[in-house]
């Protein structure tokens, strides 16, 4: 089992570009949570989806949005990037709110 | 509000000695609790949960309702528990109640 990917690993944008962010898991969970994680703030939740066709805010949805386009697959699109939006984002599931497993990452920097 | 915050930004000590690494949180409801840690290079993974009341690679952590904190601790430190460590809390059926403190830099020097 692979777990939870990401893509990409790395990207590198523009200001005002757009790109999504790519996430599966292969562990058959229904909640699956897109974070981004910066230096000193820890882990900050932007949407999260707790069942297929479902999604809903966390802390900082501002700027993002997202998709739940299946069991596996949660995606988190940024319409025009902004250089705050630099930042490594770590895509997450769970079955219910128990343990999370985390992807490995992708670091994005805007410029 | 429901907050957990880890105070210490960067925890270093020497090889052997104890370490706590502290977590306080405010909630509103019971949420469970767990510590998350992060190598280097690698992806963040779940170290201990308060429910399972169990020992991992030495640790412990002991959910205190009364003073609320879940303290993580390791009475002899060892140079491959240098990481970054994540307190987080979460209440059950209160979506968004998903909670990570600002984390905790561990560096165990030889």
């Known amino acids: 089992n692979a777990g939870v990917t990401q893509t990409p690993k790395f990207q590198v944008l523009k200001t005002g570009q757009s790109m999504t962010l790519q996430c599966a898991q292969d562990m058959n969970h229904n909640s699956m949570y897109w974070y981004r994680q910066d230096p000193g703030m820890g882990l900050r939740l932007i949407y999260y989806?707790?069942?297929?066709?479902?999604?809903d805010k966390g802390e900082v949805p501002n700027g993002y949005n997202v998709s739940r386009l299946n069991k596996r697959e949660f995606s988190l699109r940024l319409e025009s990037a902004a250089p705050s939006q630099t930042s490594v984002y770590f895509c997450?599931?769970?079955?219910?709110?128990?343990?999370?497993?985390f992807g490995p990452g992708t670091r994005l920097t805007v410029l | 509000a429901q907050r957990v915050t880890q105070p210490e930004k960067l925890l270093s000590v020497f090889k052997g000695a104890p370490v706590e690494l502290k977590c306080n949180y405010s909630?509103?409801?019971?949420?469970?609790l767990f510590w998350y840690v992060q190598y280097s290079r690698q992806r963040l993974q779940l170290l201990l949960r308060?429910?399972s009341r169990e020992s991992i690679k030495g640790f412990t952590a002991d959910l205190n309702k009364g003073e609320t904190f879940f303290h993580l601790k390791k009475p002899f430190a060892q140079e491959e528990d240098s990481a970054m460590y994540y307190c987080?809390?979460?209440?059950?059926?209160?979506?968004?109640?998903?909670?990570f403190g600002q984390g905790t830099e561990l560096s165990v020097k030889p």
């Open positions: 987080e809390g979460s209440i059950y059926n209160q979506g968004g109640k998903l909670i």
């Open positions: 997450a599931s769970s079955e219910g709110w128990d343990e999370q497993f």
């Open positions: 989806s707790a069942s297929e066709g479902t999604t």
């Open positions: 909630y509103s409801g019971s949420p469970e």
């Open positions: 308060h429910i």
